[in-house]
């Protein structure tokens, strides 16, 4: 089945405890990014990648970092995670990019205290 | 910076009432996006419109986009409970690299 995997779906983390999640598809995509979502603000790209070891900041980057070394995989990383950083996230894939259709994985609720 | 207003950020319908909401871009776009997010789910495309004026169905939606490709709409008929979630649009600019510029969604209510 094709799919976005991620994990995990929940963390609850204190503030400046390293956290890592990840994000897998399954569809050989080239295109994947990371996404949050905040009440009344929608969704905003936090890092995009157009395909292996090509990454680039979106609209909210600060805080996080991302790698790229296979197609496959995309994993967020928060370094010093912060209150301010609590928010669902979404990681995201399409086959070339942003014009095509963005299938997205099932979502990170994480709660920083 | 470049945006995509969209417009209710609620609504509240009784069952079997109409639904609308609305898309307008600050830049042209070469293609827009519509999404479906159920509650506690994720975004799940439902429509790509790419031509000026064109207008697609899909059963009881009807996809808009405008004449000059800076906005969209996206209307409901007849509400049933399974229309319930919140509705995105998301743009491709024309003339840049910019990536998809979602607007912050409507969120459909179905009143008890």
């Known amino acids: 089945e094709a799919q976005v995997t991620q994990n995990p779906r929940y963390l609850i983390t204190v503030t400046g405890k390293k956290l890592t999640v990840t994000c897998s598809q399954n569809m050989n995509h080239e295109y994947m990014s990371w996404y949050r979502q905040d009440p009344g603000l929608g969704l905003r790209q936090i890092y995009y990648?157009?395909?292996?070891?090509?990454?680039d900041k979106g609209d909210v980057p600060e805080g996080y970092k991302v790698s790229r070394k296979e197609k496959r995989n995309f994993p967020l990383i928060l370094e010093s995670p912060s209150p301010n950083q609590t928010s669902l996230y979404f990681c995201?894939?399409?086959?070339?990019?942003?014009?095509?259709?963005?299938?997205f994985g099932a979502g990170t609720r994480l709660s920083v205290l | 910076g470049q945006q995509v207003m969209q417009i209710p950020q609620y609504q509240h319908v009784q069952e079997g009432e109409d639904f609308t909401t609305y898309c307008n871009s600050s830049t042209t776009l070469s293609n827009i996006q519509w999404y479906k997010q159920r509650p506690g789910g994720h975004p799940v495309f439902l429509i790509q419109l790419v031509k000026s004026g064109e207008v697609k169905k899909q059963k009881r939606l009807t996809f808009q986009f405008g004449e000059a490709k800076k906005n969209s709409s996206l209307h409901i008929t007849a509400t049933q409970t399974t229309d319930v979630g919140t509705y995105f649009c998301?743009?491709?600019?024309?003339?840049?690299?910019?990536?998809?510029?979602w607007g912050a969604g409507t969120k459909l209510i179905i009143k008890p």
């Open positions: 995201a894939s399409s086959l070339q990019g942003r014009k095509n259709i963005q299938y």
């Open positions: 998301a743009g491709t600019p024309m003339d840049s690299n910019y990536q998809l510029i």
């Open positions: 990648s157009m395909n292996v070891e090509v990454t």
